[in-house]
């Protein structure tokens, strides 16, 4: 199981090692409003999953908002410490 800062460490691991294979490394390179659009689409999704679906189906979408988040945060160079002084 995942938290949001082993999420953070593999995804900051990523970017810094600059994986070509990396889904993130794409996205991060492809910049803020390609990662933008993703934010907005997986919030959408994760309302209509508690809207209409199971708990579990909304954790999933929520997850994925989560991680194209922490995705933003690496493009902007927003560290950890940096977003919880806003929690």
Do not use: C
């Not at 999953?49 to 690496?74: F, I, K, N, T, W």
């Amino acid at each position: 199981m995942k938290s949001f800062d082993r999420l953070w460490d593999e995804l900051s691991e990523r970017v810094a090692n600059e994986d070509p294979h990396s889904g993130t490394v794409r996205l991060v390179n492809n910049g803020v409003h390609e990662i933008g659009k993703k934010l907005v689409e997986e919030a959408a999704e994760a309302w209509m999953a508690a809207e209409h679906e199971s708990p579990e189906r909304a954790a999933e979408e929520l997850s994925q908002l989560l991680y194209h988040a922490q995705v933003m945060m690496l493009a902007l160079g927003i560290t950890r410490e940096q977003l919880e002084r806003y929690l």
